[in-house]
Nanobody
Framework: QVQLVESGGGLVQPGGSLRLSCAAS????????MGWYRQAPGKQRELVAN???????NYADSVKGRFTISRENAKNTVYLQMNSLKPEDTAVYYC???????????????WGQGTQVTVSS
């Protein structure tokens, strides 16, 4: 069974940096898209950034120039480097994998459990 395990969240001051990691466990042949979403209290979950297996990336306008997404296909791991953090970046950040191919089948989407990021002085 494939699971996504996130790490790297925490409390940081405005202007600071954090790096999130998400590793997919289990026997995996390939993952098409890996990405990060976030959900702030009282708001809908939104896309932060995603990256296709070939390396193409997509970012929300609110994080362009501040966040960088990357992945290591051999490790089935995706990262989110977050710089110049703002209080409005405070949210639970979720990892998502789309198009996951395994020996037991193909999975359209798998979500991680989420990691809290708090930006506050």
């Amino acid at each position: 069974q494939v699971q996504l395990v996130e790490s790297g969240g925490g409390l940081v001051q405005p202007g600071g940096s954090l790096r999130l990691s998400c590793a997919a466990s289990g026997i995996i042949y390939s993952i098409n898209v890996m990405g990060w979403y976030r959900q702030a209290p009282g708001k809908q979950r939104e896309l932060v950034a995603n990256i296709v297996s070939g390396g193409s990336t997509n970012y929300a306008d609110s994080v362009k120039g501040r966040f960088t997404i990357s992945r290591e296909n051999a490790k089935n791991t995706v990262y989110l480097q977050m710089n110049s953090l703002k209080p409005e970046d405070t949210a639970v950040y979720y990892c998502k994998a789309d198009g996951v191919s395994t020996p037991t089948g193909w999975f359209r989407s798998i979500w991680g459990q989420g990691t809290q990021v708090t930006v506050s002085s």
